[in-house]
């Protein structure tokens, strides 16, 4: 792929660039009542995108034929993904979830939970990945852990940081600490003005606040059972820079001026759901930033997609593919159209199903891939 299609990890003009052009905090667009509330729309603004020029007409099926003409299927499900919500204690303005403060109401309830640990023994997978929102501020998240630590399972905790200044929440580095849960937190750039730009004023060192207790109850200090690993994203309309070099940069950066550690570096791309595809679209970026997607598509990413191993369950107990696919409301179905509820999941026909694709799918495939374990291919 071109150079120029990634965000330097270095540049102090990649850093400018996105200081001027990159997403500020933000209210939901449920708050707002913006049209992209609604999933339809989302769907329709992606689909109106003129890709014609780019490869593959911008259709994701193609690519994906292109290197792979059974198309895309799940193989196996290493990772079970549960989203425990949509309230955050933040509204960032890149957000996939539309999450914030005011989305309370939509929370995974108890029965909804038991049922997830009731898939858990069916479908044996080897991780739990807890995410949100804030996973933390779902009232059964201790009770889930402690539950899937009983079932042997290793366990995610996808963690925004701030969430765990929380008065509730000041005991909750320890209480991670001693169940193994490894810590997979996101913070957008290791300058606290980039972060402040995307996440909101002070947020940056929030962040490094919660990262010191973090480290001072042993997470990011090379303990394989207290694993502390950075999930970072493009503050801008660019693909993720090299996972390799800006693990470097931050691991410098974050030592030398903060005097804090981690154990592991994740670089996502950016999808075009939600927030982000909000910020696109007003900013003028959309078209160009799908072209970018398209243009960077990387058969390698393909065998390794996130999608042929996990199956996301949302807040409501819908399944999916993975969360991009939740968040646009492309449940696993019935023969008869109904969205199939965790309850009466049939996982004998789990393995093997056709993956639902659409054009955000361009965002894992991009680059170096995009996962929720960061890049793929590389
Ligand atoms: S912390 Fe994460 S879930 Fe919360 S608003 Fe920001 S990006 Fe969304
Ligand atoms: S968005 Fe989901 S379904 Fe599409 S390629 Fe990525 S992981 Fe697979």
Redesign the pocket.
């Known amino acids: 792929m071109s150079e120029a299609h990634r965000e330097s990890s270095s540049s102090p003009m990649g850093d400018l660039a996105t200081l001027s052009a990159g997403p500020k905090r933000t209210e939901t667009l449920r708050a707002r009542r913006s049209p992209l509330a609604h999933v339809d729309r989302q769907l329709e603004l992606l689909r109106n995108v003129n890709l014609e020029s780019t490869q593959f007409g911008g259709d994701f099926q193609r690519a994906i034929a292109s290197c792979n003409p059974a198309g895309l299927k799940a193989e196996k499900i290493e990772t079970l993904q549960l989203n425990l919500g949509r309230l955050?204690n933040?509204?960032?303005r890149?957000?996939h979830?539309d999450?914030?403060p005011d989305r309370w109401r939509e929370v995974m309830d108890r029965e909804t939970v038991d049922a997830c640990i009731d898939l858990l023994a069916k479908v044996d997978p080897e991780t739990v990945d807890l995410t949100?929102?804030?996973p933390e501020l779902n009232p059964n998240f201790r009770y889930l852990v402690d539950e899937c630590v009983s079932g042997g399972k290793h366990i995610i905790d996808r963690c925004?940081l701030t969430v765990l200044l929380l008065r509730r929440n000041e005991d909750l580095p320890k209480w991670l600490a001693s169940r193994g849960v490894e810590i997979v937190c996101?913070l957008p750039h290791h300058r606290q003005r980039n972060t402040d730009a995307q996440?909101g004023e002070g947020a940056f060192d929030k962040s490094i606040k919660a990262l010191r207790r973090l480290n001072d109850v042993g997470y990011g200090r090379g303990d394989p059972t207290k694993r502390l690993t950075l999930m970072v994203n493009p503050v801008g309309a660019f693909l993720a820079a090299d996972q390799c070099a800006l693990q470097q940069e931050w691991t410098r950066s974050l030592r030398e001026n903060h005097g804090v550690t981690f154990d592991n570096l994740s670089a996502l791309n950016n999808m075009p759901i939600s927030r982000y595809l909000e910020w696109l679209e007003t900013s003028g970026n959309l078209t160009s930033y799908m072209k970018t997607l398209v243009t960077a598509f990387n058969p390698a990413t393909v065998a390794r997609l996130m999608c042929r191993s996990t199956l996301s369950v949302g807040w409501d107990g819908k399944v999916y593919d993975c969360d991009f696919n939740q968040m646009l409301e492309m449940p696993l179905r019935t023969p008869e159209g109904d969205a199939i509820n965790v309850s009466e999941l049939p996982v004998e026909h789990l393995l093997g199903r056709r993956v639902k694709t659409g054009r955000h799918c361009f965002g894992c495939t991009a680059g170096a891939g995009s996962s929720c374990g960061g890049a793929i291919d590389g």
Do not use: D, E
Request: glycine share 20%; net charge positive; with cysteine.
């Open positions: 955050c933040m509204t960032c890149h957000c979830v999450a914030g949100g929102g804030a925004n996101s996440r």
